[in-house]
């Protein structure tokens, strides 16, 4: 699949077929994540896999935007050291790259995946701190709900011409 047509077609999924995803698609998917660019290369990011059902069901319970996770095979929680970011608000900022990596690799490897916001919702920081018993200095910033496809979700013209602007606005 190449580049934009990567950017272009890829759709977030939420409804799985229930297929396992291998171990080795997971790490190729955290490879990608840790390739993504971070603010003077701090790379501030570490990742939890997730697979188990019952963390899944008790995420939907604070989460309202999470209602897809009980159906998918496994999740990502993409989280940042606040020790090894640039200065204090790059390490979401950093994380956000990562988690669109995710994604778009997810997409060429024919996986869906639904970003999972967090940051900056305090109460889903907080739950999912305490769900996943993350030290004090490691802060969730999102999730990535991954499966095999079991819907296909057509992509939308979003180029707006209107909301280009050359040299000022």
């Known amino acids: 699949m190449e580049v934009i047509e990567a950017l272009l077609s890829r759709r977030s999924i939420r409804k799985y077929s229930g297929k396992r995803i291998p171990d080795e698609q997971l790490e ?79 997409h060429a490897m024919g996986l869906g995946a639904v970003w999972v916001g967090i940051y900056p919702r305090q109460n889903r920081i907080d739950s999912t701190h305490r769900l996943f018993s993350l030290p004090e200095n490691i802060k969730p910033f999102s999730m990535v709900s991954l499966g095999y496809p079991a819907e296909m979700i057509s992509f939308p013209d979003r180029f707006k011409k209107e909301r280009i602007h050359y040299e000022k606005w």
């Not at 955290?30 to 390739?35: E, G, I, P």
């Not at 660019?37 to 990742?47: D, L, R, Y």
């Not at 940042?80 to 608000?89: R, T």
Request: some cysteine; hydrophobic content about 45%.
């Open 28 to 106: 190729s998917l955290l490879k990608a994540a840790m390739y993504a660019p971070s603010a003077v290369n701090k790379q501030p990011w570490h990742f939890i896999i997730f697979r188990n059902a019952e963390i899944r069901r008790k995420i939907v319970e604070f989460h309202p935007n999470a209602s897809m996770l009980p159906g998918a095979d496994a999740g990502i929680l993409v989280c940042y050291d606040e020790n090894f970011q640039h200065d204090v608000g790059y390490g979401p900022v950093d994380c956000s790259a990562a988690t669109q990596n995710i994604l778009l690799a997810a």
